[in-house]
């Protein structure tokens, strides 16, 4: 289903599901938004179903799609609005991609709204879609901490439609290593309602898949691998100014875990205008092993993000911020009805710092048993 | 000879489901569904065409009588243009 609509993407042989199993793939193919897809491989002949699969996969696209309607109604006018306020922005993913990069948006459902602006128009911008009833869902650990060290705020408004609003493309170390910048000098036209938006362009859009196929979800979410196939097929790829964004955003080592990821998925190479990298920094590796192993979910992103982050006093100030948030945070953290604590804030680096003083004290016994001076003592 | 045709209005935001188009544009809360030949005119529309040829086409593909296709087409596209999905052109 993933590779549905590529070059040498779809198998040769119709898949059958069993009624026993069908239910549980239509979540899957809900939850991994692929039901366009998979629709699409249905009526190919590569997705065998029968009548009523069919009409239960038709419903599921259809509710995916009067979503992402009422999503680009959404975006429309929250794109006018920041016109109207003088913020460059770029629309990311969604309905950037469903309309600049697939041959039919309607293989490429979504659920929110992202956008990119400037570090400098971020407050306008903020002010700007709060203007049109979107607030942020979260509040930051301090005030000003997006702005410095986080990658987006989540906004919603009260018919719960969720934005996104960007000011780099990914939280952690490689959020802070991208210069989003000049991501605003790679972007290209889309015609939206009558309306023109601006997007990333292919290039910029590639390395944005990479980036959020490998490092957004774990296990990687499978929409997001077939946008990385999808831009490389795309025939208009500068994969010189990829090769310069992975030495000097330290992205190689996420590029090639994107690739790698994704022809694992399609089952064939994808055609990778990049050399394999023989040696990657080993900072770099230990990066990408903060948002793709365990470590992700023991606070191994803020570890990486502190080393990522010029200067002892912006070091400082993000553990602190991490590890002192304001009262409202935790509140707005916490479980309903819960009020939030320090401790249960805590509880995470405890963890760690426990986990660490335990690998420590067996490895000090473990190297005490084996001492041949000890034994010689003896 | 002056024709007439329609092309798709380009303040419509439109989602293809199988045979079925969902239709709204950003200053309308609701949605419309074309379905059967709504939905086949709307694919058609991609490009701006003249009735004759919409008549030509769908008559080939449903083969039935150019005449009444004809009927039922040209009270189709009027509904459609009032719900401003389309917009009517008149060329030489």
């Known amino acids: 289903v993933v590779g549905t609509g590529l070059p040498n993407g779809g198998r040769q042989r119709p898949i059958a599901v069993g009624p026993d199993r069908w239910q549980g793939i239509l979540s899957e193919l809900k939850w991994q938004r692929l039901t366009g897809l998979a629709l699409r491989a249905a009526q190919e002949g590569a997705f065998d179903l029968d009548d009523d699969q069919f009409r239960d996969l038709m419903t599921a696209q259809r509710d995916l799609m009067i979503h992402a309607l009422v999503l680009e109604r959404t975006l429309l006018a929250l794109w006018s609005r920041l016109q109207a306020a003088e913020v460059e922005a770029v629309v990311l993913k969604g309905s950037a991609l469903a309309h600049g990069v697939y041959p039919d948006p309607s293989w490429r459902p979504f659920g929110d709204i992202d956008l990119l602006v400037r570090d400098k128009q971020w407050p306008k911008a903020l002010k700007a879609l709060s203007s049109c009833g979107f607030q942020r869902r979260y509040q930051e650990p301090r005030p000003g901490f997006t702005a410095r060290f986080g990658h987006a705020a989540l906004l919603e408004d009260s018919q719960h439609v969720e934005v996104d609003l960007h000011r780099t493309l990914v939280a952690g170390p490689f959020g802070m290593w991208i210069q989003p910048d000049e991501l605003f000098d790679r972007t290209t036209d889309f015609v939206l309602g009558g309306i023109v938006l601006r997007r990333l362009d292919n290039t910029a859009a590639l390395a944005h898949a990479c980036v959020h196929a490998s490092l957004g979800f774990r296990p990687p979410l499978l929409l997001p691998i077939r946008d990385v196939a999808q831009l490389c097929v795309s025939d208009d790829v500068d994969w010189e100014l990829m090769r310069d964004w992975s030495r000097r955003w330290h992205l190689a080592v996420v590029f090639e875990h994107a690739f790698d990821t994704a022809a694992d998925t399609l089952g064939s190479a994808l055609p990778v205008g990049l050399e394999p990298v023989a040696r990657h920094d080993r900072g770099d590796r230990r990066a990408l092993r903060a948002y793709t192993s365990d470590r992700r979910r023991y606070g191994g992103k803020a570890t990486a993000t502190v080393l990522a982050i010029p200067g002892l006093r912006g070091k400082f100030e993000y553990v602190g911020a991490l590890l002192f948030p304001d009262r409202a945070f935790l509140v707005s953290r916490a479980k309903e009805g819960s009020a939030g604590s320090y401790l249960g804030r805590w509880a995470v680096p405890i963890r760690w710092v426990r986990g660490r003083s335990v690998s420590l004290m067996t490895a000090i016994r473990d190297w005490w048993t084996r001492n041949p001076m000890r034994a010689g003592r003896r | ?92």
Do not use: C, K, N
Not at chain 2, 14 to 20: A, P
Not at chain 2, 27 to 44: F, K, M, N, P, Q
Not at chain 2, 62 to 82: F, G, K, N, S, T
């Open chain 2, 1 to 92: 000879m002056v024709t007439r045709g329609y092309v798709r209005s380009s303040s419509a935001l439109s989602r293809q489901v199988g045979d079925e188009t969902l239709v709204t544009r950003v200053d309308r809360e609701s949605l419309d569904v074309l379905a059967g030949t709504a939905g086949h005119i709307w694919r058609l529309l991609e490009q701006p065409r003249t009735v004759a040829e919409l008549v030509e086409i769908l008559a080939g593909h449903y083969r039935a009588d150019p005449e009444r296709i004809r009927r039922d087409v040209d009270r189709l596209l009027e509904d459609l243009v009032e719900r401003e999905w389309l917009r009517p052109f008149v060329g030489a």
